[in-house]
């Protein structure tokens, strides 16, 4: 009876050192970290290996563990576009970036494209009837690389606004 107590005692201990595998994304840096300034989480990593970045169809692999991501964009809270509100796809895109409203009411929609630097590349103000009409913006012509979209809805005196992060890939 005693040799069994040990026995058990020694399986659950065994159990609780027990781990499975995981299959999220690991990497080995030199150093690396991250904080809050000003209420905006940054990361940094150094010593991360180089090389290709891998892209499929809506989806991008690049090495290290700093990968893109959508976010919700920056502004006051309260003041921006629902999560409803407006579709922006394909996002990471090639040849043609989509805008498809749902906003059911005639207003005003204006977007301004940014490139990395800053730079303004593209600014439209459309009227919009219906208030889902599906906008078109070329992106053929620009570089590969990182874009942001900024997007106003003004309706009846009332304006809401998101900024989107674009990828442009081939």
């Not at 590349?121 to 009837?129: N, Y």
């Not at 874009?147 to 606004?161: D, E, M, P, R, V």
């Amino acid at each position: 009876m005693k040799l069994n107590n040990i026995v058990c005692a020694g399986l659950c201990i065994l159990a609780f050192q027990a781990r499975a595998q995981s299959i999220g994304p690991a990497e080995l840096n030199a150093s690396g970290g991250g904080g809050l300034i000003a209420g905006n989480s940054y990361e940094y990593a150094i010593g991360s290996l180089t090389g290709n970045s891998y892209v499929a169809s809506g989806l991008i692999v690049t090495p290290g563990v700093l990968q893109p991501s959508r976010d919700n964009g920056t502004g006051v809270p309260g003041q921006g576009l629902g999560e409803n509100d407006l579709l922006v796809f394909p996002n990471p895109a090639t040849t043609l970036l989509l805008l498809q409203p749902r906003f059911g009411k005639p207003g005003k929609l204006s977007y301004v494209l940014y490139d990395a630097l800053g730079r303004q590349l593209l600014s439209r103000d459309v009227t919009l009837q219906a208030g889902n009409e599906r906008q078109e913006i070329p992106m053929a012509a620009y570089a590969q690389g990182q874009y942001h979209l900024n997007i106003t809805w003004k309706q009846q005196g009332k304006a809401l606004s998101s900024s989107f992060k674009i990828q442009k890939i081939q």
